[in-house]
């Protein structure tokens, strides 16, 4: 069974268009294999449409950064310390 902490809150689970809420979702999980939570949870990360035991889910993430290139924002890179 997922937890709350699984589902993020600035992601949007959609079932036929309706949004569903964190405990539909668990609710849902309750009667899914480990690997199909493995799944789902990964598909919480990436996003996109799938479907688990007859339900079609199509997850929108949360926006990423992105760069002018339209890459994914490595972050703030640490060069190594130069010693005089």
Excluded: C, Y
Excluded at 60 to 75: H, R
């Amino acid at each position: 069974m997922l937890s709350k902490q699984s589902i993020r809150g600035k992601v949007e689970v959609l079932h036929e268009g309706k949004k569903l809420e964190k405990e539909e979702i668990i609710a849902l999980s309750e009667s899914w294999s480990e690997i199909q939570q493995n799944f789902f949870k990964k598909m919480l990360k990436q996003g996109g449409k799938f479907s688990i035991k007859g339900f079609k889910f199509h997850i929108i993430p949360e926006e990423q950064l992105l760069t002018s290139q339209g890459q994914k924002d490595p972050g703030i890179i640490t060069l190594p310390d130069i010693q005089f």
